[in-house]
Protein backbone atom coordinates (compact mmCIF):
# COMPACT_ATOMS: atom_id res chain seq x y z
CA UNK A 1 0.00 0.00 0.00
CA UNK A 2 1.64 3.59 -1.16
CA UNK A 3 0.45 6.45 1.15
CA UNK A 4 1.43 9.92 0.51
CA UNK A 5 1.53 12.61 3.22
CA UNK A 6 1.79 16.41 2.81
CA UNK A 7 2.98 19.19 4.98
CA UNK A 8 3.08 22.67 4.90
CA UNK A 9 0.77 25.26 3.94
CA UNK A 10 -1.26 27.36 5.94
CA UNK A 11 -1.80 31.16 5.87
CA UNK A 12 0.33 34.29 5.28
CA UNK A 13 0.08 37.62 4.10
CA UNK A 14 0.68 38.61 0.17
CA UNK A 15 4.23 38.36 -0.38
CA UNK A 16 5.15 35.82 1.58
CA UNK A 17 6.43 32.13 1.24
CA UNK A 18 5.68 28.95 2.06
CA UNK A 19 7.08 25.66 1.59
CA UNK A 20 5.29 22.25 0.89
CA UNK A 21 6.43 18.78 1.25
CA UNK A 22 5.10 15.05 0.11
CA UNK A 23 6.96 12.31 1.05
CA UNK A 24 5.88 8.35 -0.36
CA UNK A 25 5.70 5.58 2.26
CA UNK A 26 5.21 2.00 1.67
CA UNK A 27 6.17 -0.67 -1.13
CA UNK A 28 6.72 0.59 -4.92
CA UNK A 29 9.91 0.11 -6.96
CA UNK A 30 10.53 3.63 -8.32
CA UNK A 31 8.83 7.21 -8.51
CA UNK A 32 8.68 8.27 -12.01
CA UNK A 33 6.92 12.15 -11.73
CA UNK A 34 6.01 14.01 -8.87
CA UNK A 35 3.62 17.40 -9.20
CA UNK A 36 1.53 19.45 -7.53
CA UNK A 37 -1.80 20.61 -8.40
CA UNK A 38 -4.41 22.95 -6.90
CA UNK A 39 -8.17 23.35 -6.79
CA UNK A 40 -9.25 27.09 -5.73
CA UNK A 41 -13.24 27.44 -4.71
CA UNK A 42 -15.15 27.10 -7.70
CA UNK A 43 -12.56 26.32 -10.02
CA UNK A 44 -10.71 23.20 -12.09
CA UNK A 45 -7.84 21.30 -10.19
CA UNK A 46 -4.84 22.68 -12.32
CA UNK A 47 -0.84 21.29 -12.39
CA UNK A 48 0.98 23.93 -10.63
CA UNK A 49 4.13 21.85 -11.00
CA UNK A 50 6.05 18.50 -12.16
CA UNK A 51 9.47 17.25 -11.90
CA UNK A 52 10.19 13.78 -13.61
CA UNK A 53 12.58 11.42 -12.34
CA UNK A 54 15.94 12.61 -14.36
CA UNK A 55 14.76 16.44 -13.00
CA UNK A 56 13.39 17.61 -15.88
CA UNK A 57 10.16 20.65 -14.29
CA UNK A 58 7.32 22.55 -16.08
CA UNK A 59 5.38 25.26 -14.49
CA UNK A 60 2.17 26.16 -15.14
CA UNK A 61 2.54 29.89 -16.58
CA UNK A 62 0.83 31.49 -13.05
CA UNK A 63 3.77 30.44 -10.76
CA UNK A 64 6.86 30.22 -13.50
CA UNK A 65 9.40 32.38 -11.72
CA UNK A 66 7.93 32.10 -7.95
CA UNK A 67 7.56 28.54 -7.74
CA UNK A 68 10.07 26.13 -7.51
CA UNK A 69 9.79 22.14 -7.22
CA UNK A 70 12.93 20.29 -6.51
CA UNK A 71 12.69 16.32 -5.35
CA UNK A 72 14.50 14.36 -2.58
CA UNK A 73 14.97 10.37 -4.52
CA UNK A 74 16.43 8.99 -1.31
CA UNK A 75 13.28 10.31 0.63
CA UNK A 76 10.79 9.43 -1.85
CA UNK A 77 10.09 13.55 -1.30
CA UNK A 78 8.42 16.41 -3.40
CA UNK A 79 8.86 19.99 -2.47
CA UNK A 80 7.24 23.17 -3.84
CA UNK A 81 8.63 26.39 -2.53
CA UNK A 82 6.29 29.19 -2.66
CA UNK A 83 7.90 32.73 -3.16
CA UNK A 84 6.31 36.09 -3.89
CA UNK A 85 2.26 34.30 -3.15
CA UNK A 86 -0.80 36.40 -4.45
CA UNK A 87 -4.09 35.76 -3.37
CA UNK A 88 -4.93 34.23 -6.16
CA UNK A 89 -2.61 31.43 -5.16
CA UNK A 90 -5.08 30.75 -2.54
CA UNK A 91 -6.55 26.77 -3.10
CA UNK A 92 -5.94 23.25 -1.89
CA UNK A 93 -2.62 22.19 -2.88
CA UNK A 94 -2.73 18.05 -3.73
CA UNK A 95 0.86 16.22 -4.83
CA UNK A 96 0.76 13.29 -7.51
CA UNK A 97 3.22 10.57 -7.80
CA UNK A 98 3.31 8.53 -10.76
CA UNK A 99 4.78 5.18 -9.77
CA UNK A 100 5.41 1.63 -10.32
CA UNK A 101 3.95 -0.52 -7.40
CA UNK A 102 5.72 -3.61 -6.47
CA UNK A 103 4.02 -5.80 -8.58
CA UNK A 104 5.49 -3.64 -11.16
CA UNK A 105 2.35 -1.96 -12.30
CA UNK A 106 1.89 2.28 -12.95
CA UNK A 107 -0.16 3.73 -10.76
CA UNK A 108 -0.75 7.47 -9.85
CA UNK A 109 -1.32 8.46 -6.08
CA UNK A 110 -2.59 11.39 -4.28
CA UNK A 111 -1.65 13.02 -1.38
CA UNK A 112 -4.57 14.22 1.25
CA UNK A 113 -4.62 17.81 0.77
CA UNK A 114 -3.65 21.08 2.10
CA UNK A 115 -5.08 24.56 2.21
CA UNK A 116 -2.53 27.30 1.32
CA UNK A 117 -4.65 30.54 1.87
CA UNK A 118 -2.70 34.04 1.22
CA UNK A 119 -4.13 37.47 2.53
CA UNK A 120 -4.07 40.47 0.40
Known amino acids: QVQLVQSGGGLVQAGGSLRLSCAAS????????MGWYRQAPGKQRELVAA???????NYADSVKGRFTISRDNAKSTVYLQMNSLKPEDTAVYSC??????????????WGQGTQVSVSS
Open 96 to 109: NFALITERGRPGKY
Open 51 to 57: ITSGGST
Open 26 to 33: GSFVSINT
